[in-house]
């Protein structure tokens, strides 16, 4: 049935609610999963070296959430791919979707907010309108 899963997480509690369903359902078809961190992009305006120490700590934090969402994930039959992007989180989940050749995306109805942006129920409500494949919101 689903062959490639996108799995949208930022760390928050649907995220890891959305993590368990995408698991289980990748688990029972056998299928891969791409788990997706979208971050907002941090404004040029900062300068140096405001601007790298701010993207340092966007990455450090990117890369926690990835560490706790692959401990809730596990192991599963398929392949897991990592990806962690710069960008409206609604815009790059559809974005990876199309590109990727997803056929499902899982992702919480409502998330942490400022670190990605990713998971509000706007960004839940634009992935769901344009995306290229069915959408499992999770609450």
Known sequence: MFENILLAVDGSD?????????????????????????????PAY????????????????????????????????????TEILEGPAADAILRVAETRGNDLIVMGSRGLGQLAGLLLGSQSQKVVTHAPCPVLIVR
């Open 14 to 42: 649907g995220a890891v609610k959305a993590a368990r369903a995408a698991t289980e359902l990748a688990q029972l078809t056998k299928a891969h999963l791409r788990i997706v961190i979208a971050f907002d992009p941090i």
């Open 46 to 81: 900062l300068g140096e070296p405001n601007l790298q120490a701010a993207v340092d700590a966007r990455m450090r934090e990117a890369d926690a959430i990835l560490e706790r969402t692959l401990k809730v994930v596990g192991e599963i039959p398929g392949e897991i791919h």
